[in-house]
Nanobody
Framework: QVQLVESGGGLVQAGGSLRLSCAASGRTFSRYVMGWFRQAPGKEREFVAAISWSAGSTYYADSVKGRFTISRDNAKNTVYLQMNNLKPEDTAVYYC?????????????????WGQGTQVTVSS
């Protein structure tokens, strides 16, 4: 069992930056692929980024590539999402997820555990 708690969301102007954190409970955090997803009002949840258990492999949605960076610290049981050059279309609730897939995955079905989400609002 893994419990995930996101933090770091907030209100920022377009062009600004935020860093999201996701703290995980459990001793097996380092065995999980970690992902970030987001859901805007009236839209389906969409993939943002994922990272392998060793942090040796990352995967990004085209919409955030070059602006967002996912990283993890297994000693702290934490995964991060550094978001730069934010745009109004990045406004959404951001969710952290953990899964046992062999490599970073962009499908929500590959993830077994989910956090409650943190709101990110980007004003124009």
């Amino acid at each position: 069992q893994v419990q995930l708690v996101e933090s770091g969301g907030g209100l920022v102007q377009a062009g600004g930056s935020l860093r999201l954190s996701c703290a995980a409970s459990g001793r097996t955090f380092s065995r999980y692929v970690m992902g970030w997803f987001r859901q805007a009002p009236g839209k389906e949840r969409e993939f943002v980024a994922a990272i392998s258990w060793s942090a040796g492999s990352t995967y990004y949605a085209d919409s955030v590539k070059g602006r967002f960076t996912i990283s993890r610290d297994n000693a702290k049981n934490t995964v991060y999402l550094q978001m730069n050059n934010l745009k109004p279309e990045d406004t959404a609730v951001y969710y952290c997820a953990a899964g046992r897939s062999a490599s970073p995955h962009d499908s929500s079905w590959a993830y077994d555990y989910w956090g409650q989400g943190t709101q990110v609002t980007v004003s124009s």
